[in-house]
């Protein structure tokens, strides 16, 4: 069956980095399109960033360009999402996604993991 564990979230400081990580199982992972959500209690998901089958095309929120950055390792079924200048308003819960339609931008999934907290806090 799918699986999409995350892992890497942490609570730091305004200014700090995490890098988040996502292993999948179950499918072909090399052959999707993996996605970064992040989502606050009371809200939907936000999307936050997209990356191509062979990751060559990687695609970002307004809110997070110039500063995430995310990359994929197909041999090793993993996906990463590698967040500098942190800020408060990045708080969320973090999680990884499998693309099943929509615009690189606009996003839907059929499956996602269960996330990974991410705190901004001084």
């Known amino acids: 069956q799918v699986q999409l564990v995350e892992s890497g979230g942490d609570m730091v400081q305004p200014g700090g980095s995490l890098r988040l990580s996502c292993v999948a199982s179950g499918f072909v992972f090399h052959s999707a399109i993996m996605i970064w959500f992040r989502q606050t209690p009371g809200k939907g998901p936000e999307w936050v960033s997209s990356?191509?089958?062979?990751?060559?095309?990687?695609f970002y929120a307004d809110s997070v360009k110039d500063r995430f950055i995310i990359s994929r390792d197909n041999p090793k079924n993993t996906v990463f999402l590698q967040m500098n200048n942190l800020q408060p308003e990045d708080t969320a819960l973090y999680f990884c996604?499998?693309?099943?339609?929509?615009?690189?931008?606009?996003?839907?999934?059929?499956?996602r993991g269960q996330g990974t907290q991410v705190t901004i806090s001084s």
């Open positions: 990356i191509s089958p062979e990751g060559l095309l990687t």
């Open positions: 996604a499998r693309y099943i339609s929509g615009a690189y931008q606009t996003p839907k999934y059929d499956y």
